[in-house]
C-alpha cells in the first residue's frame, strides 16, 4: 500500500512511540495540499508541546517530534528548519491563542476595569488548568533556549502588558509610570502561573484564579485624592531621575584566586555566547587561568557556569536574608530589601542576566538550582505577607523587571521599578492605604 503525502511510514520503529493523531488518509486522495500542510503543522505543534512536557526541550529530538505527530522526516523539514525553529512557532501559536482568550476576555465583561481584567484572569486560570503541558511550554521552558527563547517571551510579555495598559488605565489597579507597574503586575502572574505548573500536583483551577486576583485585582493607589498626588509624584520622579542618572557598575572586589576568576570569567563570556555552546577552554582564556587549573576546580563547563550562577545567588540571598532578620516581617523592612535587590542587579548586571536568564540555559543542574533559589528568595521576601503566592509573585516580578530591562539595555534604570515594587507587593497584604504609607515614609 501506497504511503499518502508527507507521512510517516507504518512500523518504521516498533520501539517508538505510536503517533498522537490519526493520519490523513493513504494513497491518492483529493485533499487540498495547503490543508494537508496545515493539517501536519498543527500535529507537528502537538507533538513538540507533548514531547517537551515529557523529557524538556533540551531531550526532545526531531525524530521523537514527527514519530508523534505521525508525519515523515520530509514533511517537518518542509514546515520548519530544525527543532528550535518548531518549537518558537509552537510557542508563538500557543501564544496567541492565550493573548485572543484574554483580549475576548477583556472584550465581553461588561463594567469596570477591575472586571475585564477579572474575567481575563480566570480565562488565563482555566486555560493552564485545562492544558498545563501547553501552558508549560508557554511559561516555563523559552528560557531553555537562552537568547532565542528570552527575545520571544519577551515580546509575548510585551503584547500582554499593551493589553493590561489598555485595560486599567485611569484605574487604582496600575499607578503611574503605567509601563513600571504593567511589567511588574505580568511577571508577578508569570511568577505565580509558573509556580503553580512546577508543582508536583498543580492546584485546581479556583486556586489558581485566587492567586492571580490576590496579586493583580487589589487597588495599588489609595481612595484618598491627597496621598495618590503623593505616590504618584513620588514614583514619576523617580522614573525621571533613572532617565537622567544611571548605577555605576560595582567596583571590582579584592585580589582574587582562580576560582573567583574563572567565575567571573564564566558570567562574561556567557554574557556572549551561547551557554550550550560553550567550552572549559573559552571560560578558562577568558579568565586568564590555564585549562588545567580549571578542571583541578571544576568536571566541566556546567559544573563551573552552576558554581558562577550559585555565586551570584548567595550575593542575592544574603541582601534579602540581612533585610529579614533586622526587619522582622516588617513592611518597611520589605521596602528596603525590594530596593537593595534592584540597585544590586542594576550594578551587577552579570549576575542579573546569571540569575534571570542564564540559569534557565545552562543544563539541567543549573536550571535545578535556579528553581531552589526562586524558592528561597521567595519564602525571604514573602514573610509576613500572609499568602502562599506573594513569593512567587514578587519573585516573578523582580526577575521579570530584570530580564526587560537587561533586554532593552538599561538595566541601570532598574532600581525606578522599586515604587511599583513595593507598591504591588504590599498592598495585597496591607491594603493600598497603609502601603503608600510605607513607600512614602521611605521617600
Sequence with gaps: METGPGEAPAGERPDAPGPLYKRLPRGPHRLDPRAVARHQRVRIHGAMVRAVAAEGYEAVTVR??????????????????????????????????????????CAAAPGAPSG??????????????????????????????????????????????????????????????????TATMFGGIHGIVAAHLRAPEPPPSRRLEDDLAWWALCPKLPARA????????????????????TVAPASRR????????????????????????LSAAQIADEAR?????????????????????????????????????????????????????????????????????????SGPSCRSYGARLEAELGELLATGLGAAAAGPAVVGALWH????????????????????????ALAPALGAERAAAVLLDGA
Design 64 to 105: 521523537k517530534v514527527i514519530v508523534l505527530a505521525g508525519v515523515s522526516r520530509r514533511s517537518f523539514y518542509e514546515q520548519f528548519a530544525g527543532k528550535q525553529e518548531c518549537f518558537l512557532a509552537t510557542f508563538d501559536e500557543i501564544a496567541k491563542q492565550h493573548l485572543t482568550m484574554a483580549r475576548r476576555a
Design 289 to 361: 587561568v590555564p585549562v588545567a587549573a580549571f578542571f583541578e576546580l571544576f568536571d566541566d563547563r556546567e559544573a563551573c557556569l552552576r558554581a558562577a550562577i550559585a555565586d551570584a545567588g548567595e550575593r542575592v540571598l544574603a541582601i534579602a536574608g540581612g533585610a529579614a532578620e533586622s526587619g522582622a516581617g516588617q513592611p518597611a523592612a520589605l521596602r528596603d530589601t525590594l530596593a537593595a535587590l534592584l540597585c544590586h542587579l542594576a550594578s551587577h548586571p552579570l549576575d542579573a542576566r546569571a540569575l534571570t536568564m542564564l540559569a534557565p540555559a
Design 401 to 424: 523587571l530584570a530580564r526587560c530591562h537587561l533586554a532593552d539595555r538599561r538595566v541601570r534604570r532598574l532600581p525606578a521599578a522599586a515604587g511599583p515594587l513595593t507598591l504591588f
Design 116 to 181: 475585564r481584567l477579572e474575567a481575563a484572569l480566570r480565562a488565563c486560570a482555566g486555560s493552564v488548568a485545562g492544558e498545563p503541558e501547553s501552558a508549560a511550554l508557554l511559561a516555563l521552558h523559552p528560557l531553555t533556549l537562552g537568547a532565542p527563547g528570552a527575545l520571544r517571551l519577551r515580546a509575548v510579555a510585551a503584547a500582554f502588558e499593551r493589553l493590561l495598559r489598555a485595560t486599567l488605565a485611569g484605574s487604582p489597579l496600575l499607578p503611574a509610570p503605567a509601563a513600571l507597574s
Design 226 to 245: 491627597a496621598q495618590v498626588r503623593r505616590v504618584s509624584s513620588l514614583l514619576l520622579a523617580g522614573a525621571r531621575r533613572a532617565t537622567q542618572t
Design 254 to 277: 579584592g585580589p582574587r584566586g582562580d576560582r573567583e576568576r574563572l567565575l567571573a570569567g564564566a558570567l562574561r563570556v556567557a554574557a556572549r555566547e551561547r551557554a550550550t555552546v
